[in-house]
């Protein structure tokens, strides 16, 4: 009906939606008068009244006044703060479901992003979790004060309130344990806690990371500076009530900034790291290494990276975006040479320190862009025959993406944790490669979140 092409939903107007498909974020999407609806906490095939609360160009957002047919995976959500949180979005989504909405977002990149003929394509089933609750190997809970009391969590969903989480389901059971803690020794010792208003007070945030295979715990206070009252007395309260702690470090931020960590570490007591175990690999953690939050899930992840590159003990690999080293060591076994390139010099020394420690004598670690790299290498003649990249959410460097297509390496694996920006970078590879298949992992049971490796071959041209 043409009628309807003038006619904009109008904010606070109530009308009946049917969700068609859940949206990156993990909202419904319905359709209204052929303008798109997104709509937090509702499911695919329910039919909605909603609220507009939010007007775009483009499109409208609402709030569910009332559903009228209900999913079938519809269930309780398990956590009593899922509501405020905005941590999780999908603990309304009965599990199994959650694998096969979260294998359709990928589908539905692909068919926006790229010009493939998608139904074609093989793209496998999500891996999920045998027990996808208590995942979480690390916590960062901002405190506050509030009538005398110490709180500890997470700022609730578009607003500046935070929300005090006794217990977060999708946090390991002793990171949870850590924050309770920590939160009670600070109240105990009535230690000055940051106001974000007044910007008076010393401790902004605690940081509790465990190692899920080892069981060592690590606890981080990050204060607004460096002189911390009680310091004695806080370090004895931990070890005493938690004597699982094997590492107590402070870590300095005074910033006006989201940013949680600031330069400035220091280790109070024990250790300066915990360990982790990855299948057959150590790794030393210090406060501020990016580690996978999902272990269990990380071993099957790579464990796909491993069989997508099937290697033969012939080939040269490059680990882009090599952070510590973790994916190129998982390869290294069954590679001539692996060489890794991170913009973060730290990562680079821990990337070399975890190649040395495993004994591996065929990699090589070197800070810079692998775009910048990677040409120098291949002008010296080596070439390599596997790319794996695992890139931020924003994807692949356009310049880096155009080196690949210069460079020609056999094989790409390509590692998202964007399903948008990996169809973006699939079309302009498409030129020269084919996907192989698609594997999507679930990283993040009840977030919106998926991982996905993607096999991409060299054409074979005429």
């Given at each position: 009906?043409?009628?309807?092409?003038?006619?904009?939903?109008?904010?606070?107007?109530?009308?009946?939606?049917?969700?068609?498909?859940?949206?990156?974020?993990?909202?419904?999407?319905?359709?209204?008068?052929?303008q798109?609806?997104?709509?937090?906490?509702?499911?695919?095939?329910?039919?909605?009244?909603?609220?507009?609360?939010?007007?775009?160009?483009?499109?409208?957002?609402?709030?569910?006044?009332?559903?009228r047919?209900?999913?079938?995976?519809?269930?309780?959500?398990?956590?009593?703060?899922?509501?405020?949180?905005?941590?999780?979005?999908?603990?309304?989504?009965?599990?199994?479901?959650?694998?096969k909405?979260?294998?359709?977002?990928?589908?539905?990149?692909?068919?926006?992003?790229t010009?493939?003929?998608?139904?074609?394509?093989?793209?496998?089933?999500?891996?999920?979790?045998?027990?996808?609750?208590?995942?979480?190997?690390?916590?960062?809970?901002?405190?506050?004060?509030?009538?005398?009391?110490?709180?500890?969590?997470?700022?609730?969903?578009n607003?500046?309130?935070?929300?005090?989480?006794?217990?977060?389901?999708?946090?390991?059971?002793?990171?949870?344990?850590?924050?309770?803690?920590?939160?009670?020794?600070?109240?105990?010792?009535?230690?000055?806690?940051?106001?974000?208003?007044?910007?008076?007070?010393?401790v902004?945030?605690?940081?509790?990371?465990?190692?899920?295979?080892?069981?060592?715990?690590?606890?981080?206070?990050?204060?607004?500076?460096?002189?911390?009252?009680?310091?004695?007395?806080?370090?004895?309260?931990?070890?005493?009530?938690?004597?699982?702690?094997?590492?107590?470090?402070?870590?300095?931020?005074?910033?006006?900034?989201?940013?949680?960590?600031?330069?400035?570490?220091i280790?109070?007591?024990?250790?300066?790291?915990?360990?982790?175990?990855?299948?057959?690999?150590?790794?030393?953690?210090?406060?501020?290494?990016?580690?996978?939050?999902?272990?269990?899930?990380?071993?099957?992840?790579?464990?796909?990276?491993?069989?997508?590159?099937?290697?033969?003990?012939?080939?040269?690999?490059?680990?882009?975006?090599?952070?510590?080293?973790?994916?190129?060591?998982?390869?290294?076994?069954?590679?001539?040479?692996?060489?890794g390139?991170?913009?973060?010099?730290?990562?680079?020394?821990?990337?070399?320190k975890?190649?040395?420690?495993?004994?591996?004598?065929?990699?090589?670690?070197?800070?810079?862009?692998?775009?910048?790299?990677?040409?120098?290498?291949?002008?010296?003649?080596?070439?390599?025959?596997?790319?794996?990249?695992?890139?931020?959410?924003?994807?692949l460097?356009?310049?880096?993406?155009?080196t690949?297509?210069?460079?020609?390496?056999?094989?790409?694996?390509?590692?998202?944790?964007?399903?948008?920006?990996?169809?973006?970078?699939?079309?302009?590879?498409?030129?020269?490669?084919?996907?192989?298949?698609?594997?999507?992992?679930?990283?993040?049971?009840?977030?919106?979140?998926?991982?996905?490796?993607?096999?991409?071959?060299?054409?074979?041209?005429?």
């Open positions: 009906m043409k009628t309807d092409q003038g006619i904009k939903i109008q904010l606070k107007q109530t009308f009946p939606l049917t969700i068609k498909r859940l949206g990156i974020n993990g909202e419904g999407v319905g359709y209204f008068k052929r798109v609806v997104f709509v937090p906490g509702a499911l695919p095939g329910e039919e909605v009244v909603v609220e507009a609360t939010n007007i775009n160009p483009k499109y409208a957002e609402a709030k569910i006044k009332k559903i047919v209900k999913s079938p995976h519809r269930v309780q959500p398990p956590c009593s703060f899922y509501e405020q949180c905005g941590g999780c979005q999908l603990q309304h989504l009965q599990y199994g479901q959650q694998l909405e979260k294998r359709d977002i990928i589908i539905q990149s692909l068919e926006r992003h010009k493939l003929k998608v139904d074609q394509l093989d793209i496998r089933e999500t891996i999920g979790m045998e027990n996808p609750w208590g995942y979480r190997n690390k916590s960062s809970f901002q405190v506050a004060q509030k009538n005398g009391r110490v709180l500890a969590g997470l700022y609730g969903m607003s500046h309130q935070l929300i005090d989480i006794e217990h977060c389901a999708v946090q390991h059971s002793q990171t949870n344990e850590a924050v309770t803690t920590v939160k009670a020794i600070l109240q105990d010792l009535q230690i000055p806690i940051y106001n974000e208003k007044t910007r008076k007070g010393i902004r945030t605690i940081v509790a990371r465990v190692g899920v295979e080892t069981g060592e715990l690590q606890v981080v206070l990050i204060t607004t500076q460096k002189d911390l009252p009680k310091k004695e007395s806080i370090i004895e309260e931990i070890q005493k009530r938690m004597p699982k702690v094997k590492s107590i470090v402070q870590n300095i931020n005074g910033e006006k900034t989201s940013l949680i960590f600031g330069t400035e570490t280790s109070l007591a024990g250790e300066e790291f915990i360990q982790e175990t990855l299948g057959d690999l150590q790794f030393e953690l210090s406060a501020r290494t990016f580690f996978q939050l999902n272990p269990v899930q990380t071993v099957k992840l790579y464990d796909e990276v491993k069989k997508a590159a099937s290697l033969t003990g012939n080939e040269k690999v490059v680990d882009a975006y090599c952070g510590v080293g973790t994916i190129g060591l998982w390869l290294a076994d069954q590679a001539a040479e692996v060489r390139m991170d913009v973060i010099p730290e990562s680079i020394e821990d990337a070399k975890n190649a040395n420690r495993h004994g591996f004598t065929n990699t090589k670690y070197v800070p810079g862009k692998a775009e910048e790299v990677l040409p120098k290498w291949v002008k010296k003649g080596w070439k390599p025959d596997v790319i794996v990249v695992d890139p931020p959410r924003t994807g460097d356009n310049q880096l993406l155009q690949i297509l210069q460079v020609k390496p056999e094989k790409l694996i390509y590692v998202s944790c964007n399903p948008s920006t990996l169809a973006k970078d699939i079309q302009t590879l498409s030129s020269k490669y084919r996907v192989s298949y698609i594997q999507p992992v679930d990283m993040f049971p009840h977030t919106a979140h998926v991982e996905v490796v993607a096999d991409l071959e060299l054409k074979m041209l005429n």
